[in-house]
């Protein structure tokens, strides 16, 4: 069965995809390819970029090896054995063909402001180490998206990656040293809550880790 691009009103899956290592391409040269591009080898992907031309930070890109470039114009070809593609031309008609292509084949495409030729969106996020909060409109207002997206930021500031590091370690020796299922679902349930999101808030991390710890150790006993 083909990826068909949906119409607007679709409930949408939200997913966050692992892409380290996986072919990705970007068609399309300019700055908001560059966007895409930087945002991609943020997340380990291998980038492939079809363009005539190139922003000078792409091009400084391709210098250092982080990223495939072919200059000239999209072909079907360039599809072969890639896994996600944006479509970030200045023209339409070859943005919408490249999407046809990617139904034809399985692939995941994102046109670049025309959702309709779109089987995936990317969210507004905010990201804080391993914490990520995604926001999507489902493409109906990116704008709104991005509002929300600052809000978020404003209640959940950089303390927060250093929270879900640590909670992963406490997790880990939890699952090290609590045999009990039931016990150690209990454990780290009571970890997390208002007081201590209050603490982080306001980078008292010290107390924070000590009201973790305490909460570790009595529910061991």
Known sequence: MNIKAKPLATKLYPLFLNLAGQNC?????????????????????????????????????????????????????????????????????????????????????????????SNFFVPAVVKRGFLQIAVSTSGKSPFLAKKIKEELETLYGPAFGWLVSFLGEVRQKAINEVADPGQRQSILTRLVDLKLLQLVREEKLGEAKERLTHVYRNGRD
């Open 25 to 117: 391409l970007v068609v399309g040269g300019g700055t908001v390819a560059e966007r895409k591009v930087l945002t991609l080898l943020d997340y380990d992907a291998r980038v492939n970029i079809v363009a005539s031309e190139v922003t000078s930070n792409l091009s400084e890109l391709v210098k250092n090896g982080r990223l495939n470039f072919r200059q000239g114009t999209y072909r079907p070809a360039d599809l072969t054995g890639v896994k996600l593609v944006i479509a970030a031309t200045n023209q339409k008609e070859v943005n919408r063909q490249i999407a046809k292509d990617c139904f034809k084949n399985n692939i995941l495409v994102n046109v670049v402001d025309d959702p309709e030729y």
